[in-house]
C-alpha cells in the first residue's frame, strides 16, 4: 500500500501538545494535523454531537490517505472513539485505525502511584463519560480513581488568559476540590490536552509529594510501541518528517494561538467539513 501521513485530530489547540511529543520521538514520520476550531469546544456538547463531529472528521483525514487517526482529544475519545472503531470503521476502512489518548494513558497511570489513589483534572464531558474511571479499573482494579471537572480551564488557555491571575481562582478551586475527594491522592493526571499550559499555577496548589501528569510524553511512547507491535500499520505511514496543519475556522486565529500550544510558528490552511 502507499504510504502516507498519520493524522492527529482535535476539537482545536489542544491535540498540538501531543503532537509536539510525537514529533520528538517520532521525528522520521509524516502529519497532518487537523483542529476543528469552527465548532470547538467539544467538552460541552452532547455525545451524539461530539461523535458526529469526530467520526466526520475522521473520514476526512482517511480521504486524504491517512492509514491511522489519533483522536488527540480526551472529551471525543471519551464520547465517539469506541462507536467509531466498533461500529463505523469495519464499514468505512477496515484496513485503517483510529487511536484515542484515553487507554494508553490509563495502560501506564497505575505505575505513577504508590498509595493507589489517583485524581483526573478533566472537562465536563470526559468526566461525565466516566472513561477514565472504567479505563483504569480495566488495568489496575486496585485503583481509585477520584475526578474533578473544570469547565473554565479551556477558556483561559483559549483567551491567553492561562498565565494571568484569574486563571489562579479557578485552578486552585478545582485542585482543592479534588483533592478533597481522595485523601491519599499522589498523582494527578491533566486529562485535557489544554491542561498542560496551566502546568506550573496548578503545581503551585499540589503538595509536592504528588505527581502531576501530562498526556504527551505517554501517548508518543503509546505510539512507539503500538508500531512495534504492529509493523503492517507502521509500514504504511510515510517518513519524510513533514508537518500539515489544517483548521475548520480562520487560519489567521489558529496560527496565531497554535505557537502557544506548539512551541513554535505554524501555517495552516482552511478546509470545510460536513
Known sequence: MKQQPIGVFDSGYGGLTILKEFIHTLPQYDYFYLGDNARAPYGPRSFETVYRYTLQCVQWLFARGCPLVIVACNTASAKALRTIQQNDLPRINPQNRVLGVIRPTTEMIGTFTRSNEVGILATAGTVLSESYVIET?????????????????????????????????????????????????????????????LKDKIRAYLPDHISLLSQGEIVAKSLEHYFERHPEMESRCSKQGTVQFYTTDSTEDFDAHAATFFGKSIHSEHVNIE
Open 137 to 197: 479499573k480495566k488495568f489496575y482494579p486496585h485503583v481509585k480513581v477520584y475526578q474533578e471537572a473544570c469547565p473554565m480551564w479551556v477558556p483561559l488557555v483559549e483567551n491567553n488568559e492561562y498565565k494571568g491571575p484569574g486563571a489562579d481562582y479557578f485552578v486552585e478551586k478545582n485542585v482543592k476540590n479534588l483533592l478533597g475527594k481522595g485523601k491519599l491522592i499522589d498523582t494527578v493526571l491533566l486529562a485535557c490536552t489544554h491542561y498542560p499550559l
